[in-house]
C-alpha cells in the first residue's frame, strides 16, 4: 500500500493550495477528490459560478452605463438563462484547465472517490462505481469544504425551491424570486437577480444584513437594494414552504405575512462536509454545523491530522481557505511560515460590491478606541465621474492618537480592488501622511483615497 508523506482530502482552494505547497517542498503528496473534476464548491457551484454570472448580468444588463444613458438603459432587454450559463460554461472550462495543470505540473495525482478514515493514518476511497483502494500518509491536510443547510422542513425540488447549488441551474429566468438568508450569499444573488428586472424579496431573521460591516456602508447598500427594488422583509422568519404542481411558491412568515413567488431560494447557513469522512477512526470529533476544530497551526486533536478552508468555520472564503491550505501543508512538513497576518479583506460581490479591511466603527466604538473617520464618494472623483457612477463610499478610520489606519470600508466600482491599497497601508503599519503625501494616477477610482485622507485632515485639524 502507497505510504504519502501528505494526504490532502479534497480538491477546492484550500486543498489544493495545501498539495501544491507540498509538492514544492519535495514531498510525496496527493489529493483525494470524490467529484470527477477538480476544483471543489469554488469553481462548481461557488465563487467562480457566483462571480461569473454577476459579471455577465453587469454586461448584458449594460447596468455600469445607466449612470450615462439613464435608468432605464438595458444593453439587451430580454435577458435568458442561456445567455448566462454560456458565459459560465467557458469560464469554468477555463479554470478547471488551469487548476489541473497546475497540479500535473508540480506532480500532484488526484485520486478519485471518496475518503474514509479507517484509522488514523488509513483512508479507503471508494469511487462513485464502487471501486475500493486504501491508503496510508503520515499526516493528512483534511480540505473537504461545506455545503448548503437544508432544513429538513423545507420541500427543496431543485427546480423552484432551491438552495445555492440549484440557482445555477434555473431552467429559465423567474420573474419574481424569494430569497432567505442575509448572509454574503444571499445579499450576492438578491442583488444580481434585482439587476436583471427579477421582483427579488429578501427575508432575514436579524433586523440588520451583514453584521461584521461597518453600518454606514450596510445602510448605503441597503439604499441600492431598494433602489433596485428589492423588498426587504428583515427581523422575520420563514414558518413554511409550499410548492403547488405549478404555480407559485408560497412562503408564509412567522409574523403571519404570505409571501408569493415563482422561485425561492435558500441561503441560511452552510455545513461542513464531514458526512463521509469516518472520523471517528481517526479520534476527531465535529461540532453542530459539522466542522473541525483547529488550532493556530491547523492542526486538529489528532496532531498529524490538519484541516482548513471552509471545514474550520469563518471566514470561509475561497481567499483565506487558499492560504490555510498552504499553511497547514507548511506546518504539517515542519516548513516555517510567517505569522498568519491579523487583518484579511472580505469583498462581497454584490451589485454594488463591498469590501473591508480592518477594524469598523462599530467594533472600535466598543473597544473605546478613539478615532477619526475620512470619507470619500466615488462620483467625487474624475474617474468616477467619467464613468457615471452615482453610488459609492469609501471611509477611512485613523486612530486618533499617532493616525494610523485602523479599516477601510469600501462600497461601489471596483470595492474588492480599491481594498488592496489599503490593506497594505493598514497592515505596513502606514498613516494618514502616506495618502496625503502621495500622488495617485488621475483619473482613477483609487484617488478616493486620497480626498478622503483630506477629509479626515481637515477634521483632524479643524
Ligand atoms: C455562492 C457562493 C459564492 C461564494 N463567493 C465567494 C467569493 O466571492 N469569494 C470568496 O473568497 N469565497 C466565496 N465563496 C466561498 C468559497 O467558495 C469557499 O470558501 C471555498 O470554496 C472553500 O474552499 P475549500 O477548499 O475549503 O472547500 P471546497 O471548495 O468546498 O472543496 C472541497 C472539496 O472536497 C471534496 N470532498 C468533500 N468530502 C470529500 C471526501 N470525503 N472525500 C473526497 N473529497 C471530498 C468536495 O467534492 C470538494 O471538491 C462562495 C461560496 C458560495 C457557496
Redesign the pocket.
Known sequence: MHNYDLLV????????RAAVQAAKLGRDVAI????SV?????V????M???TLREAVLYLTGWDQRGLYGRDYRLKPRLTVEDLRQRLNVTLAHEIEVMQHQLRRNGVPVIE????FMDPHQVR?ETADGHVEEYRAERFVI????R?LRPPDIPFDDERVLD?DGILNLKRLPRSLIVVGGG??GV??ASIFATMDVKVTLVDGRSTLLDFMDREVVEEFVHCLREAGVTLRLGETVSSVERSESGPVTTRLNSGKRLRADVILFAAG?MG?TY??GLENAGLETDERRRIGVNGRYQTAAPHIYA????IGFP??????MEQ?RLAACHALGQSVCATPAHFPF?I?AVPEMSMVGMTEQQLTEQRVPYETGLARLRETARGQIMGLQEGVLKILFALDDQRVLGVHVIGEQATELIHIGQAALILGGTLSYFLENVFNYPTLAEAYKIAALDAWNRLSG
Do not use: M, N
Request: glycine share 20%.
Open positions: 482530502i479534497g480538491s477546492g482552494p484550500a486543498g489544493q483525494i477528490e470524490r467529484r477538480v476544483g471543489g464548491v469554488s462548481h457551484t461557488g465563487t459560478p457566483s462571480k472517490g471518496t475518503a474514509t476511497v480540505a473537504v469544504g461545506s448548503p445555492s454574503v450569499i450576492e444573488y452552510r462536509c463521509d469522512l482548513a478552508g471552509d471545514v470561509a472564503l475561497a481567499s483565506t481557505s491550505g469583498g460581490y
